[in-house]
């Protein structure tokens, strides 16, 4: 058995999306008998296997400490995994699969703006019609416990198995929670987000299992394959600035240092006045304009693939879970 199993989406955007996240960290994700093999593998980690898994069973397997890592949406973890956060950890954001689980109301509904009014609504549907208003979802356990926190008692569930947000329309429920990106769906069926009905600001994660076997080889897995993500998400927020003139210093780079939120890696400048700087984008002009004051005949900036560094915060963050 591989010292480290990582989870991700068998199928759809979410797994070409979690093949780009590894892939941008150097790392791709391979399957040695084709697209319709559930197991793989990921280059230049011999120790680590991946399982091909759809999102919800993802999330499952990580409670139970099936698999160490997983990719999947946060949405799917606070839904199936109850207390997810004494089970789960979710490592870092992916910035993709982004969506909101929402609470929608018929657009003919023009006094409900807020959960107040719609528990106002849903007293006044209880008391005059005998039956609590209808909710359609697949999200029973987030609707539960944010109807909850809102003080909204008089409703049932009624769990959605197709097209949630047509249920109002064929008059199976009287509103929905549903996962939205655009909410383009939601106003085509006529329906509206209630104001203060954002349950969840829900993206993609990988996510790490607190249950799972964390054996030592584990652990170094991990801390492998954490290093080239935190490697290659350093590099993408920097570019590569490098001059080199005679009166270039120590107290010079100090300054810039600084001034233009950069970095040295490599220290002060070399005898020759060499100096390697690492800059946010925003700041490079404002960097090389000042480097030509301080005499750089020229100034040179180029893209970064990877920056490793001494420290690894998202293993560090792990880490610190697992005790």
């Known amino acids: 058995m591989s010292a480290l199993i990582v989870a991700v989406p068998s199928k759809g955007r979410l797994q070409e999306n979690a093949s780009a996240f590894f892939a941008r960290a150097g790392m791709a994700l391979t399957q040695s008998r084709g697209a319709r093999e559930y197991r793989g593998a990921l280059s230049g980690l011999p120790e680590v296997e991946i399982a091909y898994l759809s999102a919800s ?8 400490g099936a698999v160490h890592l997983g990719v999947t949406g946060e949405d799917l973890v606070r839904e199936t995994i109850p207390d997810a956060d004494a089970k789960v950890l979710l490592v870092e954001g992916l910035g993709f699969g982004f969506a909101n689980v929402v609470v929608a109301v018929p657009q003919a509904w023009i006094d409900v703006r807020t959960m107040r009014d719609l528990d106002d609504v849903a007293t006044h549907f209880h008391a005059s019609r005998g039956r609590r208003m209808r909710v359609a979802t697949k999200y029973l356990n987030l609707t539960r416990g944010f109807f909850e926190r809102h003080g909204i008692v008089d409703y049932r569930i009624v769990e959605s198995l197709g097209a949630t947000e047509g249920t109002p329309a064929a008059g199976t429920a009287e509103l929905i929670v549903d996962i939205t990106t655009t909410g383009a769906t939601l106003s085509a069926n006529a329906l509206k987000v209630v104001d203060d009905g954002v349950m969840l600001r829900s993206e993609a994660n990988l996510v790490a299992s607190l249950g799972a076997d964390w054996n030592e080889a584990a ?105």
Do not use: W
């Open 57 to 64: 069973e993802i999330a499952s397997q990580l409670a139970s």
């Open 219 to 323: 652990r170094a897995a991990a801390r492998a394959l954490l290093d080239r993500v935190t490697a290659a998400k350093r590099a993408a927020t920097m570019r590569e600035v490098k001059s080199r003139f005679a009166g270039c210093d120590a107290a010079m780079i100090e300054e810039a240092v600084q001034r233009f939120r950069c970095t040295a890696p490599f220290g002060a400048p070399t005898s020759s006045g060499m100096v390697t700087l690492h800059c946010p984008p925003d700041t490079l002009h404002g960097l090389a304009v000042y480097l030509r004051e301080k005499g750089a005949a020229s100034v040179s900036v180029g893209p970064l693939d990877y920056v490793f560094a001494a420290e690894n915060p998202l293993y560090e963050k792990l880490e610190a879970r697992l005790g």
